[in-house]
């Protein structure tokens, strides 16, 4: 059986091992060499594969019912050695979670992703070689690692009574003794997830995991408190804060009672949920026959999962504690505010702060600037609809503006001070935490900063990142040494994997397919759990998105990467679905990418919400911008689209170059547009601009080697005749400053309302050339001093309309950003800072 307890374990390597060499002839010679006793090897064949094939098809078949006293399982046989339910509907055994690491645990044998309800050790898992657990002669159920050290115990001993180990149709794992006495459970000590009848009581909080599909704990912990009520709090390295039930209300009104001291909850086969504290609620498919968990998810949402035996083993949510992620504490972190919009929630750091680890922003910002204490060095800035909760310096109320003012002004602590005028309420804050900001809020905030830091700086929208964001987050409690295998089973190894494989070969196609297609499953299997309550970054099916795009028929672009189509999802959101073409082959590669662009969040860039990767089929799904592309309302001169004032006008050139800033300087890496021209700019309902295609450059093939990094190689030309900047056709590494220069074209359209390559009379020369001149022309006229000129080359159709201000600061920075030497152009930051000082 030795072999084939390697298949499964190796089952990854197999398959990579097959792709390159199934049917080769190398790997018959090796078989034959190695099984020289062998006279009809496809006999043999044909009865083990079969064997194996049954089997494989009733995983159960080598699953275990009970660990007998005194004996054990190993991790070496995680995937075959397990106990098994009687129903069928639990698993208990190794888990694997993460490389070579593993950790005892209970698992929903029946979801798609084996999804986890008890673990015994969390935190400290062992390695994949040399573990095992055992019960004891003297009755403990012990865990131990490759080099015997006992990472985990059930603690007790019960001597001679004792007689195996069981898991129950419940999912409670116990060691029970000859007449079936419970002598301990794996139902006293939940880990993040309560099952049916089983009980949270005052010693046995539930603790959430750290991220999305990892088992080792994070900081959100339900537990009963002091005053006998059943609550949920961020406890955090640095900081702890209740968040649910609301804390703003006394207890009654939320509901709850504090009279009685049982402290004790749990849900019953119905879903109904009932503490002592007088908390009740039913799940929203309430009645028998469910599988269901309540689990505290890693985001720190308490939420009663139900289990669709028919749909692929997914879950459904079928209560939550909290509908609005930004009432979860935490979430943002220190000197973050949470914003709750519409659509979605995001993380965003105060003005005049940074983002500490943007893969983690629950780890919060940091201040640029240094504060000073003499009162008269800091001024605030307001930010209107944010409140923060707790740590208060003092509750001062009611009180007047200007006081409130005054006490956060005076004291050194005070960061910020949050003011509400009806009734008028004075909140000075000395950490910023908990911070949200919604348009139903009655509050403002006051935010102190240096003199020094001019607030008109602020006077936009801080630049924001998506809320969950860690679909790529990688695991990482695999210690250095679960990496490296043990030396003694190399060989036992070895002939066990060449056995193996001449097993597979034909069993290849029979469970092959069956393996892959189980795993494919996986992702969106978890995610679908989430589906219900955030619209974020996430997989579509292709037969979602052609049903939203009615097979694809509304066609509402067509660009070099791709075809966007409209698309109108179950829950009435419209969005644009693009076919991308000529996307880059590796699907981890694709998948990482778009990762990336999935992060990426700011108000003048098109919101990515997801992607489709089936086979040929990938595509992007993205906002939908009504009003469409400023070529439109730039150039066309048509009745069609309305002209574009000036006030807009300018609007754009100030949102094409945050949204550009944004993607060069703040974003997780560099993104290089490579592609900035009118067509990709799209304007919003108040004529917001917001840049389309940015990220594309990596993911299709046609980018060349990567565009992201900052000295990176882009070998071949991309971006559109008229836009690209000189430095393409020569062998420099393409860096941003191809943006700028891309950018100062679409500035003097703005200005001119023409499009550059217009210039060009009878169409024989080169763009590049004309413009030159033309630029020369420009600089000489500005230079001159005179101002006459600006009348024949602004657009006509303007008249009245102009300020004369900003055409001739527009003018200026776009001459700046078509420097030749690219090294004279300035960043898109520093031209952001320009545009705001013709602000007004
Ligand atoms: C507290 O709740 C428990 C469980 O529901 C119940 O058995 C007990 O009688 C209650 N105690 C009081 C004092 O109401």
């Not at 230079?783 to 000129?789: I, V």
């Amino acid at each position: 059986m030795s072999s084939f307890n390697d298949y499964f374990a190796h089952q990854k390597r197999f398959f990579l091992f097959f792709l390159t060499f199934s049917h080769s002839q190398f790997l018959r010679v090796k078989l034959h060499q190695t099984t020289p006793t062998m006279r009809n090897p496809p006999h043999y064949c044909t009865i083990v594969s079969l064997f194996l094939l049954i089997s494989s098809f009733f995983p159960s078949f080598s699953a275990i019912d009970y660990i007998a006293r005194g004996s054990s399982l190993s991790v070496e046989e995680h995937a075959t050695s397990f106990l098994v339910s009687e129903h069928d509907s639990f698993a208990c055994g190794f888990y694997e979670v993460g490389d070579n690491a593993f950790a005892f645990a209970i698992w929903f044998k029946n979801s798609a992703d084996r999804t986890v309800a008890w673990v015994a050790n969390r935190d400290r898992p062992v390695n994949g070689r040399g573990s095992r657990i055992s019960l004891h002669k003297d009755g403990a159920l012990v865990l131990t690692d490759f080099d015997g050290t006992v990472v985990w115990s059930s603690g007790t001993s019960f001597g001679g009574s004792v007689d195996q180990v069981k898991l129950f149709n419940t999912g409670n794992l116990a060691v029970v003794d000859s007449v079936s006495n419970l002598l301990w459970q794996s139902f006293d000590s939940p880990t993040n997830t309560l099952l049916a009848y089983q009980l949270i009581t005052k010693k046995t909080p539930l603790v959430s995991s750290s991220s999305r599909g990892s088992v080792s704990s994070g900081f959100y912990r339900l537990y009963f408190d002091n005053d006998n009520v059943l609550r949920l709090i961020y406890d955090g390295p640095e900081i702890s804060s209740i968040y649910w039930p609301n804390p703003f209300n006394k207890v009654w009104d939320n509901g709850r009672s504090t009279y009685n001291s049982s402290r004790l909850g749990s849900f019953n086969k119905m879903g109904h949920f009932y503490s002592t504290d007088k908390l009740k609620f039913n799940a929203s498919d309430y009645g028998q026959g469910i599988t269901r968990r309540l689990t505290l998810d890693y985001d720190g949402n308490l939420r009663l999962y139900s289990l669709n035996k028919e749909d692929n083993g997914s879950w459904s949510v079928s209560w939550q504690a909290i509908q609005n992620s930004c009432e979860i504490h935490g979430t943002c972190g220190r000197n973050a505010l949470c914003v709750h919009e519409a659509m979605f929630e995001y993380c965003s750091c105060l003005p005049g702060f940074d983002v500490i680890d943007p893969s983690d922003l629950s780890k919060g910002c940091r201040p640029k600037y240094n504060f000073s204490c003499k009162p008269n060095e800091n001024h605030f800035l307001e930010i209107p609809l944010a409140d923060f909760w707790g740590f208060d310096l003092a509750f001062n109320a009611p009180i007047s503006f200007t006081e409130c003012k005054e006490i956060c002004e005076q004291r050194c602590t005070c960061q910020a001070f949050v003011y509400r005028e009806e009734p008028a309420e004075c909140y000075p804050k000395n950490i910023l935490f908990n911070g949200r900001s919604s348009s139903n809020s009655n509050t403002t905030a006051y935010l102190k900063l240096p003199k020094s830091v001019p607030l008109s700086q602020f006077s936009a929208a801080p630049s924001a990142q998506p809320l969950i964001c860690d679909d790529t987050k990688v695991e990482q409690t695999t210690p250095e040494f679960y990496q490296k295998t043990g030396g003694k089973t190399k060989w036992e190894y070895f002939y066990g994997f060449v056995s193996a494989l001449f097993v597979i070969e034909a069993l290849f196609i029979a469970c092959g397919w069956w393996f892959i297609f189980r795993r494919e499953q996986m992702p969106t299997a978890t995610e679908e759990g989430y589906k219900m309550i955030s619209s974020q970054f996430r997989r579509y099916t292709y037969a979602e998105l052609r049903k939203a795009t009615r097979s694809f028929k509304d066609v509402v672009g067509r660009g070099g990467s791709g075809t966007v189509y409209k698309g109108v999802f179950d829950d009435d959101r419209e969005m644009a679905v693009k076919k991308l073409e000529d996307v880059i082959h590796g699907e981890e590669e694709f998948k990482a990418e778009l990762s990336l662009i999935g992060r990426i969040y700011h108000k003048n860039l098109v919101r990515i919400f997801g992607y489709c990767s089936e086979g040929s089929h990938k595509l992007l799904i993205s906002e939908y911008i009504k009003k469409g592309s400023l070529d439109k309302y730039l150039f066309d001169s048509g009745t069609s689209a309305t002209l574009l004032g000036w006030r807009e006008r300018f609007k754009i050139a100030v949102g094409v170059a945050k949204g550009l800033a944004y993607l060069h300087h703040e974003c997780l890496e560099w993104v290089i547009h490579c592609d900035v021209k009118p067509e990709n700019i799209l304007l919003d309902m108040d004529f917001e601009p917001r840049i389309a295609d940015f990220g594309l450059v990596k993911l299709l093939n046609r980018g060349g080697g990567g565009g992201g990094g900052g000295g990176s190689n882009l070998s071949r030309i991309r971006g559109t005749r008229g836009y690209i900047a000189p430095e393409w056709a020569s062998s420099l590494p393409i860096n941003g400053k191809v943006d700028v220069y891309s950018y100062g074209v679409v500035l003097l359209e703005l200005v001119k309302g023409e499009r550059v390559s217009n210039w060009v009379m009878d169409g024989a020369e080169e763009v590049g050339l004309v413009l030159r001149r033309s630029i020369v022309a420009l600089k000489e006229k500005m230079e001159s001093g005179e101002e006459g000129w600006i009348d024949e080359f602004v657009d006509h159709r303007l008249d009245t309309e102009l300020n004369w201000k900003q055409a001739m600061l527009m003018l200026q920075i776009a001459l700046s950003c078509l420097e030749e030497d690219r090294n004279k152009r300035p960043t898109m930051d520093s031209v952001v800072q320009m545009l705001l000082l013709g602000d007004d």
